[in-house]
């Protein structure tokens, strides 16, 4: 018996109010720019109500940055490709409120810092701990070393360098400190988590709702010239988490028509985004709920998901078929490549280069630069980049780096999480920081797999959310890891299922 069974279990209300309040400020935040007058008015409401925040009880407060943080997108351009004018396409989204230099990540951290000495007493397990000795340490000491040897700290640093490592410092402050705040409140308040996680899924929804609009009216942001994928934000892959929870109402709950009014929709965005590490990450989620499932149970849900996909994709066809088509030619390419006339640069003739030649550059050239630098352990730390010496980026991937990464030969990042780690933090710091979400999500895998969670008088809907939620971890990594805005997401998740695999004891804590 813990403390959830003590809880009111009625969550359905509690989601919709966190909904309702969502959608509001949704549309508010996607006021674009175009609108003139409007425009300012809505980004001087959500800039108020986030400086509220500071001010506002903590768990109000707390609550607040939340939902503004979920219905603000990040990452926005005009309804056609990106071109250079498109830069300067905005909403009023506090993900694009920016103060003189100072970027919306810092603003919002320092937001969610005050948040943090409100608190007073934070919680900080070892697990914390191993992944901040190494952030505060490795990768400052490998950034001054290897920018001194390599010219990162020449006079390039205050332009280029200087902001590349103040945006690689953004990954570990923002991931720590969110996981830390979200950790110690539930710790002081145990009932919070269930209000988070409420408003968590109904401020999810309200957010994919209004995404999904965008798809049906086919307006926003495209994948070709004229076919919307309805939003660019790089939180979007958080709908995997809708989805996988509503297959789970569907089977355990017996809650048919709630499960498919989720899924379907759901399923229907993960295939319009069109982003295809998001369909390999959201496989990975399904693979990983039905191995907490086992093999008994694993054939209905197999089923149901099935069903629900061909309904999914069934739909798209009727209120989008461009979009599905386009989609369709970009699932080809997993399987077959793309046509070798269409390479952007010239990379060796296999399949994985065919199907996304940018990132299997990229990989080819990030362990090229670390193996000259005798950096497999520890990387090149903040501010460190690679060389595109083996396999050269054609200057026309302006949408792909910036302008004096192409121009310099110095490249600060790469496009997938597992070569990113390894290139600023190395092989140690990849697994400590994938520990993160491994350890807890390990033991939440224990938890489902040792004890009947969905057995009567169980917390049902409190379950279902956070079986859906360990089998959401594999996305949250590898696709939520970019920006400010999927790390303080992914402090909520981490925090999560540490607190609650915490109540149930097993194995030791994190």
């Known amino acids: 018996m813990t403390i959830y069974h003590k809880m009111d279990e009625n969550y359905g209300w509690r989601v919709v109010q966190f909904f309702a309040y969502g959608?509001?400020?949704?549309?508010?935040?996607?006021?674009?720019?175009?609108?003139?007058?409007?425009?300012?008015?809505?980004?001087?409401?959500?800039?108020?109500?986030?400086?509220?925040t500071i001010f506002m009880p903590l768990r109000h407060g707390l609550l607040l940055l939340l939902i503004l943080s979920i219905?603000?997108?990040d990452i926005v351009s005009s309804g056609i490709l990106i071109a250079d004018d498109d830069f300067g396409y905005a909403t009023a989204s506090i993900w694009q409120l920016k103060w003189g230099f100072i970027n919306p990540s810092w603003i919002i951290f320092t937001c969610l810092f005050v948040q943090l000495l409100r608190i007073g007493k934070l919680t900080n397990p070892p697990l914390l701990k191993r992944a901040i000795f190494w952030f505060a340490t490795v990768p400052v000491f490998t950034g001054i070393i290897y920018g001194i040897l390599y010219g990162g700290f020449s006079r390039s640093f205050i332009t280029y360098t200087g902001i590349e490592a103040v945006t690689d410092i953004k990954f570990s402050v923002m991931l720590i400190a969110s996981t830390i705040l979200f950790l110690s409140i539930f710790k002081k308040s145990p009932s919070f988590l269930i209000q988070a996680l409420a408003a968590f899924v109904g401020v999810l929804l309200a957010r994919h709702l209004l995404d999904l609009f965008y798809v049906v009216m086919n307006i926003g942001?495209?994948?070709?010239?004229?076919?919307?994928?309805?939003?660019?934000?790089?939180a979007k892959g958080a709908v995997a988490f809708l989805a996988l929870w509503g297959i789970i109402m569907i089977w355990r709950q017996k809650r048919l028509l709630l499960g498919m009014a989720v899924t379907i929709p759901s399923v229907l965005l993960i295939v319009a985004y069109g982003t295809r590490n998001l369909w390999i990450t959201f496989v990975l989620g399904f693979v990983v709920l039905l191995l907490i499932l086992g093999i008994r149970r694993s054939f209905s849900v197999i089923l149901i998901a099935?069903?629900?996909?061909?309904?999914?994709?069934?739909?798209?066809?009727?209120?989008?078929?461009?979009t599905?088509?386009?989609?369709?030619?970009?699932?080809?390419?997993?399987?077959?490549?793309?046509?070798i006339d269409k390479f952007a640069m010239l990379v060796e003739d296999n399949i994985i280069s065919r199907v996304d030649q940018v990132r299997y550059a990229e990989i080819?050239?990030?362990?090229?630069?670390?193996?000259?630098?005798?950096?497999?352990?520890?990387?090149?730390?903040?501010?460190?980049?690679y060389d595109d010496t083996v396999l050269p980026y054609p200057v026309n991937l302006k949408s792909s780096y910036p302008k004096y990464s192409l121009e310099s030969g110095r490249f600060y990042r790469a496009h997938e999480y597992i070569f990113q780690m390894i290139l600023k933090f190395g092989l140690v710091g990849l697994v400590l920081i994938s520990t993160l979400w491994v350890i807890p999500g390990y033991i939440m895998y224990k938890i489902f797999r040792r004890e009947n969670m969905f057995a009567p008088g169980q917390p049902l809907m409190l379950h279902g959310l956070m079986l859906g939620l360990v089998a959401f971890l594999p996305t949250a990594i590898f696709q939520m890891t970019w920006s400010?805005?999927?790390?303080?997401?992914?402090?909520?998740?981490?925090?999560?299922?540490?607190?609650f695999a915490r109540h149930y004891s097993i194995g030791r804590q994190p």
Do not use: H
């Open 23 to 52: 959608l509001v400020l949704a549309i508010i935040s996607d006021v674009p720019i175009t609108w003139g007058v409007y425009f300012y008015l809505a980004r001087l409401a959500l800039a108020g109500l986030l400086l509220s």
């Open 71 to 73: 219905v603000g997108q």
């Open 221 to 234: 942001p495209a994948i070709a010239e004229g076919v919307t994928r309805g939003s660019e934000d790089s």
């Open 364 to 385: 080819i050239n990030v362990m090229d630069s670390i193996r000259k630098r005798y950096a497999y352990l520890w990387g090149v730390g903040y501010g460190g980049y």
């Open 484 to 499: 400010g805005k999927g790390l303080f997401l992914n402090g909520l998740v981490i925090a999560t299922c540490i607190e």
């Open 306 to 322: 099935a069903t629900l996909t061909f309904a999914s994709i069934w739909t798209l066809s009727k209120v989008n078929p461009d």
């Open 324 to 339: 599905l088509y386009v989609v369709g030619l970009r699932f080809v390419d997993i399987g077959q490549g793309r046509p």
